[in-house]
């Protein structure tokens, strides 16, 4: 399990302001859950003066592997999430509470598992790809299928790591000159076209840093081919 909250379906804003006591019976609760096979909706009760209630009234299955995007919406502690799928299942709509304590994790659940889904790190687990307890980083390999388009004069792509050296680097390699870099550093990266080429990093391992280049991709590179900007 990686994330659970309180969610409701129920009108949007507008609807709410104008006609409180409507909206409120035709609210629906919930709790989702989000875990590295499923995104559940576990129907509950919510009443005025009890509250969520812990009840197990019907449950709603979505296969995180069809999962395309998620967005988020609305004012203050009145938000949405959007969930779509890319296997025709229609969007699941969904207004949260980020604020809301009665239920642990909600606020994590409105703020997590937007980028979870966006960056395609859940799908990459559901797969097999990207175990559990595995950091989460923004700069995460795309998914089976999907190409990574080097940004703007970056070098082409045979001068790029290979595929096996991105996902598993096994080579040690001696860190640059300075002292070794951190995560989240500013640097300027050297690909061996002669030109060198403004990154964030996001990732190292053994010897090797993975850069996130201007357009948002990201790459794995030797430690020598790192400098600071």
Known sequence: MLHTGYVRRQPGILFQSLFFFIAFLMTK???GVLTNRRLLLIRTKMGAWTGVQNKNLGVEEYDVRALAKCTTGGIANNKSMQFYFNNGTPTVDVRISPWFKSVK???A???????????NQVQQMAMGQLPPGAPMQQGMQPM?????????????????????????PQMQMAPPQGGPLHVGQQVMVAPGDGQ?????????????????????????FPAQQVSVS
């Open 105 to 107: 994790g909600t606020g």
């Open 144 to 168: 089976p299928g999907q190409q990574m388009q080097p940004p703007q004069g970056a070098p082409p792509a045979h001068m790029q790591q290979p595929p096996q050296m991105q996902q598993q």
């Open 109 to 119: 659940f409105f703020e997590q598992v937007p980028n979870l889904i966006n960056t």
């Open 29 to 31: 609760a919930y709790f």
């Open 196 to 220: 060198r080429y403004p990154a964030t990093i996001v990732q190292a391992a053994n010897g090797q840093y993975m850069c996130q280049m201007p357009n948002g991709q990201p790459y794995w």
